[in-house]
C-alpha cells in the first residue's frame, strides 16, 4: 500500500544556505518533486550523489522512530538533514503512524545499546540476588520482576544476544521484529550488513511486509536489492533525480561485466 504518494520542495533554499551541504548536492538542488506511487521505490547512485541524504530527509519530515543508538531530532550526525527535511512537503494518501528509519551502521550501535541494556539487567538481578538472598522468594521475585520481564522480552524480539548471531543474521532478526502491518520503512544501503544469501532474505521479508500493507523506500549499492519486482528505481548520478531500468544501471552491467570475465578488470588494476 502506498502511504506516501510524493516528496516536494515547498520553500526555496536561503541564499545564505544555497552553496552550503545539503543544499549544494546537485540532486538536491533540482529536487522538485519525487512521486512514490509504488510499494517499493529504490535510490541509487555513487556516494555524495546525494541518495542517502535525501532518504534521511524524508524521514526526518516523517518524524520517523530510528533503529539506532539516537532518535532522528537528536542525532547530530543527521543536523543537516533535519535542515533539509524542513523544506520539504510530503503528500500522503493516509498518513501511517507505523514504521521505522534503519540506516546499516545504526544497527551496529543499536547492536552495543541492546548489549549494554541486557548486561544491566543481569547485573540488576545479580544485586537483586545479593540483597535479598536471605529473604523469601516472592519479596526476591518481586525485586527481580521488571528486570526479568525487559530480558524476556529482549530475548522474545531479538533472540537471546544479537552479538552471539552473525551480522546478517542479526540485523534481519531486528529487521523482521520491527515490521508491522501499513508502516512505512526506509532503509539506507541494508546490504552492508547483509550477505548475498541474506539480502535474498530482506527482498522475502519485504516482499511479506508489502502483502501486508507496507511501504519501503531503500538507498542502495545492491544489485540484488535494485532487482526488487515491481520497484520505481530513481538515479541520483544525472543532473537531476530521473527513472531508471534495472538493466541500464551502472551498479548492475559492471557487476555483470566482471562476472562474465573478473581476470578482465583484475589485469586493469
Not at 538507498?219 to 540484488?224: E, F, G, Y
Amino acid at each position: 500500500m502506498v502511504h506516501l504518494r510524493a516528496v516536494e520542495r515547498n520553500a526555496r533554499t536561503p541564499a545564505s544556505e544555497a552553496e552550503s551541504f545539503p543544499f549544494n548536492v546537485q540532486s538536491v538542488r533540482s529536487l522538485e518533486r519525487l512521486t512514490l506511487d509504488t510499494d517499493v521505490t529504490l535510490f541509487v547512485g555513487e556516494n555524495g550523489s546525494g541518495k542517502s541524504t535525501v532518504l534521511e530527509a524524508i524521514a526526518a519530515a516523517a518524524r520517523l522512530p530510528a533503529v539506532g543508538s539516537s532518535e532522528l531530532e537528536s542525532d547530530e550526525t543527521l543536523a543537516q538533514q533535519r535542515r533539509l527535511a524542513r523544506t520539504l512537503r510530503l503528500v500522503w494518501s493516509k498518513r501511517t503512524q507505523r514504521g521505522f528509519f534503519l540506516r546499516a551502521e545504526d544497527f551496529f550501535g543499536f547492536s552495543r545499546r541492546l548489549a549494554k541494556l541486557r548486561a544491566e539487567m543481569l547485573e540488576r538481578i545479580a544485586h537483586v540476588e545479593g540483597t535479598y538472598g536471605d529473604r523469601s522468594d516472592l519479596a526476591r521475585g518481586l525485586a527481580r520482576g521488571p528486570a526479568q520481564a525487559s530480558l524476556a522480552e529482549m530475548q522474545r524480539l531479538y533472540g537471546e544476544d544479537l552479538d552471539a548471531q552473525s551480522h546478517g543474521e542479526s540485523f534481519l532478526r531486528l529487521f523482521q521484529s520491527r515490521l508491522a502491518p501499513n508502516g512505512l520503512f526506509l532503509l539506507d544501503e541494508p546490504e552492508a550488513a547483509l550477505s548475498p544469501q541474506s539480502q535474498l532474505g530482506l527482498l522475502a521479508m519485504i516482499k511479506q511486509s508489502v502483502a501486508e500493507g507496507g511501504q519501503f523506500i531503500l538507498a542502495t549499492h545492491s544489485p540484488i536489492l535494485l532487482a526488487c519486482p515491481g520497484a520505481r528505481i530513481y538515479t541520483f548520478d544525472e543532473n537531476a533525480i530521473s527513472e531508471a531500468r534495472y538493466d541500464d544501471l551502472p551498479h548492475v552491467t559492471l557487476t555483470r561485466a566482471f562476472l562474465r570475465d573478473p581476470e578482465a578488470f583484475l589485469r586493469r588494476l
